[in-house]
């Protein structure tokens, strides 16, 4: 298959056209005569990944954070940034990342492994209910919230879990956002959840979360989007024939944020 056509394909997917106006999801560089090798799929991609491509024959990188966010005014091969568009460059490497896009289509997958039944879109899209940012979802039961916050890191296979909150606090109702979404505090609050789960809580939103009576718990941004690796690996399977190239998940990609814990 050829670059261009795996473009296509992800793009009537995700749909390019329906990520968030601040996004830039879609082609990063795109060799589209290519036929596709190898593909690696990672979150972001950076030096590691880059090799780790090169290694494993990938001619396609597929990203969830896209590669070039801000628009670029040069590219210098001094610069980390620009040495690694540069590399992918001379390298022969696409690079295509589905960003917002695919957070839109698929918004309950979080709170599905996280056990969540009775999930509704949490910001559906206009023109369709199933698409849309972050979901609400219940629990069968209530459960206390340090059980709750024991089970989410089981099921994560996390480092960490950062919290706010009464941990003696009975949880049946949460939003469940992956990315950044502390900003969904107050929204969340008035719909009478007992807790937010999202990541990249900063302390005035933990102070906030206070405030409104919520709990609140980041599961660390890496661990609340790694599975979309998987997902898009089996979304590519699923729609189109790669007979002769395999669909590799990084394995050099790990989370940037580490826990000290004293021994
Ligand atoms: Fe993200």
């Avoid at 090169?54 to 966010?69: A, E, G, Q």
């Avoid at 996390?158 to 909150?165: A, F, P, V």
């Amino acid at each position: 298959m050829k670059i261009s056509e795996i473009c296509t394909v992800l793009d009537r997917l995700y749909l390019f056209g329906a990520q968030e106006e601040y996004d830039n999801s879609g082609p990063q560089i795109l060799f589209e005569d290519e036929t596709a090798g190898n593909i690696l799929i990672a979150l972001d991609i950076d030096a590691a990944v880059l090799e780790e491509a090169v290694v494993k024959k990938c001619n396609l990188v597929i990203t969830h954070h896209p590669l070039i966010f801000n628009p670029l005014k040069s590219i210098n091969y001094s610069d980390k940034h620009g040495r690694l568009i540069a590399e992918l460059v001379l390298n022969k490497i696409s690079v295509i990342s589905v960003h917002t896009c695919l957070d839109r289509k698929y918004p309950l997958f979080l709170g599905e492994l996280l056990g969540f039944r009775n999930q509704t879109v949490f910001e559906p899209e206009i023109s369709s209910d199933a698409r849309g940012y972050g979901s609400i979802g219940y629990l069968s039961g209530k459960t206390v919230f340090s059980e709750f916050l024991k089970h989410m890191k089981t099921r994560l296979n996390s480092d960490y879990i950062l919290y706010s909150g009464d941990e003696s606090r009975l949880i049946n109702k949460a939003v469940i956002i992956n990315g950044s979404g502390s900003s969904f505090l107050k929204k969340s609050a008035d719909l009478n959840a007992d807790l937010l789960i999202t990541a990249d809580m900063k302390f005035h939103n933990a102070k906030e979360a206070e405030l409104y009576g919520i709990c609140l718990a980041d599961i660390g941004h890496y661990d609340s989007e790694k599975m979309f690796k998987k997902i898009i690996k089996n979304d590519l399977h699923e729609h189109t024939k790669l007979d002769d190239c395999s669909i590799i998940l990084s394995d050099e990609e790990k989370n940037p944020i580490k826990v000290y814990l004293e021994m």
